[in-house]
């Protein structure tokens, strides 16, 4: 049985940082690539970031880059997103999620490319 567990939402000031933690079982979790994506009310669930399996490849969302890292630790079996510089707009649940097909030689930012989910962190932030 997979499970992730994301940790390390909350409220903060816009402008502040957030380190959001998912620690994933029941997969060897060094051969999947690991992503984050977020849903705010009302809205459809967007791309973050993802990491390759290697952690050698990494992608963000435009509205990202430059604030947000995303990185793995295969020995703990856990993913990280350090999120700096938080804007009102970034206010959402976030999820983690695994790769479906190991060693994929790309990360995706398709969500169907994935298929097991944490049950969600809430971010929030205040202007």
């Known amino acids: 049985q997979v499970q992730l567990v994301e940790s390390g939402g909350g409220l903060v000031q816009a402008g502040a940082s957030l380190r959001l933690s998912c620690a994933a079982s029941?997969?060897?979790?060094?051969?999947?690539?690991m992503a984050w994506f977020r849903q705010a009310p009302e809205k459809e669930r967007e791309f973050v970031a993802a990491?390759?399996?290697?952690?050698?490849?990494?992608n963000y969302a435009d509205s990202v880059k430059g604030r947000f890292t995303i990185s793995r630790d295969n020995a703990k079996n856990t993913a990280y997103l350090q999120m700096n510089s938080l804007k009102p707009e970034d206010a959402a649940v976030y999820y983690c999620?695994?790769?479906?097909?190991?060693?994929?030689?790309?990360?995706?930012?398709?969500?169907?490319?994935?298929?097991?989910w944490g049950q969600g962190t809430q971010v929030t932030v205040s202007s």
């Open positions: 999620a695994v790769d479906r097909r190991a060693f994929r030689l790309v990360t995706s930012f398709v969500e169907s490319d994935y298929d097991y």
């Open positions: 029941g997969r060897t979790f060094s051969v999947y690539s």
């Open positions: 990491i390759k399996w290697t952690g050698g490849t990494i």
